[in-house]
């Protein structure tokens, strides 16, 4: 099933601002990219991408109430500056089993002083 496809059926007739969670876990990323995600979801807590492609986060919105999101087993390489960017409450992330080559991929995401 496509990401867009699965997004609007875990929906369940709600609007975005209505979801606290969001599981999209092992459904198809188009072209490796986030779809059907939208700064609509202004109240979403958690976000799992698991297993569903990605090559990229360019394409996540801001969330500013994002706490949590799970994007481990992608081929994630880079570009994770966005996520330090749009989500400001973030407190955990899982990168497992991505395809970074080196830690400072990583840098973006270390906060300052």
Do not use: W, Y
């Amino acid at each position: 099933m496509d990401m867009k496809k699965r997004v609007s059926l875990e929906l369940r007739h709600r609007s975005p601002a209505e979801v606290q969670e969001l599981v999209l876990d092992n459904c198809r990323s188009g072209e490796g990219k986030i779809e059907g995600i939208t700064e609509e979801f202004s109240n979403l807590e958690l976000l799992s991408l698991i297993n569903v492609g990605l090559t990229s986060v360019a394409d996540l919105p801001k969330l500013p109430k994002l706490k949590r999101l799970e994007l481990s087993d992608n081929r994630i390489s880079g570009g994770l500056e966005v996520l330090a960017e749009r989500l400001v409450n973030l407190t955990h992330l899982n990168l497992s089993g991505n395809k970074f080559k080196d830690l400072s991929t990583l840098e973006p995401l270390v906060g300052g002083a």
